[in-house]
Every structure is written in C-alpha cells, then in structure tokens.
C-alpha cells in the first residue's frame, strides 16, 4: 500500500533529466514482455529507464521497485510518458490492438521506437504507421528478436548465396502441446481476436517473418482453414483459433506451408517450431543449421554451431545502437520488416476466415 501511494502521488511528475549523453527509455505497457524487456534496457551502457507507463496499478508497481536503481517517472496515460522530456526513446509493449495508436503517437513527438510485434492487426493502420515513420526518420525496431539470431541470419545469408540451389518451398509449423492458460494475466486480450489478431498475427508472426527472410520475398497469395477446433468458446467468447494450416504462394514462386496448433501432445514426434526450407540441390533446417544435399550419397552437415545469444538483449542493443549511431537502417527488425510480417500474417488469417484464396493486393495496402 506504501509504495502505491507513493506510485500514485509521482505519477504525472516529469522524469529528472538524463545526465548528458545518456539515452532515456520510456516503457508503454509493463505487463509480462514489457517487463522481462526491461532488464535488456537496464544492461546497457549510458542507458536509464526514464519513465514507465501502465493502466494497471499491480504493473506499475512491480516495474517501478524492478527500475528503482533508474527512478524513473510513473504514468497511467501513456500520452504523459511520451511528452515526458527524459524519454528520447519508447518501448512499447501494450496489447497488440494498441501498438499503432501508441507508435504513431511517440513517433510523432520525435521519440525513437521500440514496437514490439506485431506492428499492427489491420492492414489499414499498418499503412498509416508507415505514412507517420517515413516523414519522422526515426530509428524503428519491431521486437521480432529472431531476426537478431547470428546463426540465423548466416545460415539465411548462405541460402540466399545459393547453398540449396533455387528456394523452391518452405515448410514450417508452430506446434505447441496445449491452450494458453485460460487465466493467465494476458488473458483479458489474448482470446479476443480483436485485441490480438488472433494466434496467427499475435504468435507466427515471427515463424512467418523467418520464412519471407529465407524466400526473400512477400506472399503473393494465400489460402487455408482452421478455427477454435479443440477449444471453441472457451474461454467463453474466445474468437482466436487453436489450430490451422495455411498454404502461401510468394511473389517469386517460392510455395510455404504452414501450420499452428495448441494441441499437438507432447510425445507425438514433431512438435515444436522449425523451418525446412527446400531447394533444387537438396535443403536446410533452419532451427539446426543443417544442411541436407539432395542425392543418395549426400550427407548431413551443420552449417554454423550453435552460439548462446540471449536474442532479447541482442536486440534491444542493436536498437540501442541505431540511436547512437544515428542510423535507423542498422536495426536487426525494422518496420518494413514488421510491416511484411504482420502484412503476411493478416492475409492468412482473412483468408482463412472468408474460406477464399486472397491475393497481397487485397491487403489494400502499398509499402
Ligand atoms: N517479442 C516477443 O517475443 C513477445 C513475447 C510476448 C509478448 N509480446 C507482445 O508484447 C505485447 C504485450 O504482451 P504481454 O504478454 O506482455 O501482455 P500483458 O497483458 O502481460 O501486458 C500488456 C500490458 O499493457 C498494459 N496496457 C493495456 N492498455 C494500456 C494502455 N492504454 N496504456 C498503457 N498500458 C496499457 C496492460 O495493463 C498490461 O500490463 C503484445 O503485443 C505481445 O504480442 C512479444
């Protein structure tokens, strides 16, 4: 009770100014991601959590003793926090309905922008953060941390020399072996697929966004079927799936299929993520970095250890560092990356709802 009237009486108060040189963040949304990204914030150098902003006084709380070493300023209205003059740059970590309204407000205001993904779940307000991000030039990184993966990103980089051969189909899955808890604190959003964008925009979004990398390409079309097939009104009123499978034709040819469901028990083999991308001389599973050529005497080979990275960190440096260096084009994810992701996502999932292949240009949206 003591620290809440304390948190209730700071709210509103401006941030100290950093000292010089410093960067200050402000954290929108402190719930489970936004908090566990705030560690990545604290570790770097010259770096302090100016301001944190929730509409949940238990989130506020606990992010404000985790910050105490930063003291940071404490909002309810996130519009506070991105006026506050200590922030420089916004993390945003509200439910993904949120995420444009609050990126194109900080972007607005100068901020430079963390938005974690997916960027946005309609193809109209991605469009329109893309308008606002072109005119403010600021450093933009979405948080689909698998792009900061060295191994992935060489692994990715030799395909494209052509290790393969021709790209020629993608296969990928997101499996998981049960529901989402049904009262976790997410809970309150997560199953509306209005809020989320349903388990495809919310979730594979990075899975998808791995396969536009590797196809190095955006879908052209798109078809599937799926639904709430385990779990159909339950949590009562739930409209987010728990299991589809989604074939995409890409602009270059490139075909991917591709599954997700909560239901995959745990000792049927296959479960998990992975990624085999096929070519014309053989493929690679992006998960192990393995190479398999094509032909009866071709052996496995990996093509790059493992390295332990905490990808998290890995990617809140790298937007760190586009600020310092003052090159937005250095970030791992940038919002064209983000955009293409949740782009892909969307237009699996509509055309799964309207049961009908759709097309990229039916997104309505130029990038
Ligand atoms: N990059 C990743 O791997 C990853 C992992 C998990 C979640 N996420 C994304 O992070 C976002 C948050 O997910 P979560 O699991 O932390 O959910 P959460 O419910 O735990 O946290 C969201 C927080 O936002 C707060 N909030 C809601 N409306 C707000 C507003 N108007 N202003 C300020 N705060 C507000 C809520 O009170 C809550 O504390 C989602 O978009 C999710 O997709 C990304």
């Not at 079927?225 to 040819?253: H, K, Q």
Request: glycine fraction near 10%.
């Amino acid at each position: 009770m003591i620290r809440r009237n304390f948190l209730y009486s700071a709210a509103g108060a401006a941030a100290a100014q950093n000292p010089s040189g410093q960067i200050g963040v402000g954290m929108v949304g402190v719930g489970n991601r936004g908090g566990y990204v705030m560690k990545s914030v604290m570790a770097q150098t010259g770096v302090r959590v100016a301001a944190i902003c929730d509409i949940k006084p238990d989130r506020l709380d606990k992010a404000a003793s985790a910050a105490a070493r930063d003291n940071p300023a404490v909002y309810r209205d996130y519009r506070a926090l991105i006026d506050d003059k200590g922030v420089n740059a916004v993390h945003i970590s509200t439910p993904c309905d949120l995420h444009v309204e609050h990126a194109i407000a900080a972007l607005k205001a100068g901020k430079h922008v963390y938005l974690e993904k997916p960027v946005g779940i309609t193809p109209a307000s991605i469009g329109e953060l893309v308008k606002v991000a072109r005119q403010a030039n600021r450093v933009i990184q979405v948080g689909q941390q698998l792009r900061s993966d060295p191994r992935m990103r060489k692994t990715i980089e030799r395909i494209h020399q052509g290790v393969i051969g021709k790209v020629v189909m993608i296969k990928a899955q997101r499996h998981a072996g049960d529901d989402l808890p049904h009262d976790s604190s997410s809970a309150d959003w997560f199953f509306d697929a209005k809020r989320s964008g349903d388990v495809i925009v919310e979730m594979s979004v990075h899975n998808l966004d791995v396969c536009n990398w590797a196809a190095n390409s955006r879908p052209e079309r798109a078809s599937g079927f799926g639904g709430a097939l385990v779990w159909p009104n339950d949590p009562l009123g739930r409209t987010n799936m728990d299991g589809y499978t989604l074939s995409y034709e890409y602009a270059n040819g490139v075909k991917l299929s591709f599954s997700q469901v909560f239901f995959h028990p745990r000792g049927l083999p296959g479960n998990g993520q992975y990624w085999y991308v096929y070519g014309t001389e053989g493929a690679v599973d992006l998960g192990t970095s393995t190479l398999y050529p094509r032909g009866r005497d071709g052996k496995p080979q990996v093509l790059f250890p493992e390295e332990k990275v905490d990808l998290n960190l890995a990617h809140v440096t790298s937007f760190i560092e586009a600020i310092r260096t003052s090159s937005p084009s250095s970030v791992s994810a940038d919002l064209m990356v983000g955009a293409h992701g949740a782009l892909t996502a969307i237009l699996g999932r509509d055309a799964i709802y309207g049961k009908k292949t759709l097309t990229w240009s039916d997104l309505g949206v130029e990038l």
